[in-house]
């Protein structure tokens, strides 16, 4: 039977997964997920550069809203063939067809149902960076009230949960000198500013890996 839901998409929807050292089981290393979006595609690759060997750094980035069903089925690939010991999760610049409350709802379940598929990992979550005006980067887009709320809510359960937060938001708001002609993404200086941003998060998680 077909499932009734028919969720809100975007026109295109994509999904890029990268996991190294795949080709070995055990690693005297912590494995790393990185979760989000283009942005974190951005800055996955130099988190990856400057943690090094400290760990194997992998990340797992889609369009989806998490009411969509595929968002789930996307994640759970990566997080049912590899043991990762960090997660660092990020979602809320796509699905403004849903409101905000919907973002509450379907960003508590997800973040729930991946945690019961990664239940000796520790997690980290990140707010999501501010959207800007196209010919305009001194300015903030209309849409970009809705970022804050979402980052609100997003930090609402990371204190629930007692999950550390990179706050890629605050570290961006006033540095409209790093962004792309299109008002969303970033250059190199941005994305390596926001990896340093990360990595911060991460190194506390990384210590207790090391520990245990």
């Not at 789930?72 to 409101?99: A, M, V």
């Not at 379907?106 to 800007?132: F, G």
Request: hydrophobic letters at 35%.
């Amino acid at each position: 039977m077909k499932n009734p839901y028919i969720p809100i998409r975007e026109k295109i929807e994509w999904l890029r997964i990268w996991v190294p050292d795949s080709d070995q089981a055990e690693l005297e290393r912590p494995r790393v997920l990185l979760i989000g979006d283009s942005i974190t595609n951005g800055y996955g690759p130099k988190v990856a550069e400057i943690v090094g060997d400290q760990a194997s750094i992998a990340w797992a980035c889609t369009s989806r809203f998490p009411a969509d069903p595929a968002f789930l089925d996307e994640l759970s690939l990566p997080l049912r063939h590899t043991d990762f010991d960090i997660i660092h999760f990020n979602n809320g610049l796509h699905g403004f067809g849903y409101s905000e409350e919907e973002y509450r709802e379907h960003l508590t379940k997800a973040v729930a149902h991946l945690r019961e598929l990664t239940p000796h990992a520790s997690w980290a979550l990140a707010t999501s960076t501010p959207i800007r005006t196209k010919g305009d980067l001194s300015t903030l887009r209309e849409t970009n009230p809705r970022v804050v709320a979402r980052n609100g809510i997003l930090r609402d359960l990371a204190q629930e949960e007692g999950l550390p937060v990179s706050d890629l938001y605050s570290l961006m708001a006033d540095r409209s000198d790093l962004y792309s002609e299109d008002a969303t993404h970033f250059g190199e200086e941005g994305q390596k500013l926001q990896a340093s941003c990360v990595i911060k998060t991460l190194n506390p998680l990384l210590a207790h890996t090391a520990s245990t």
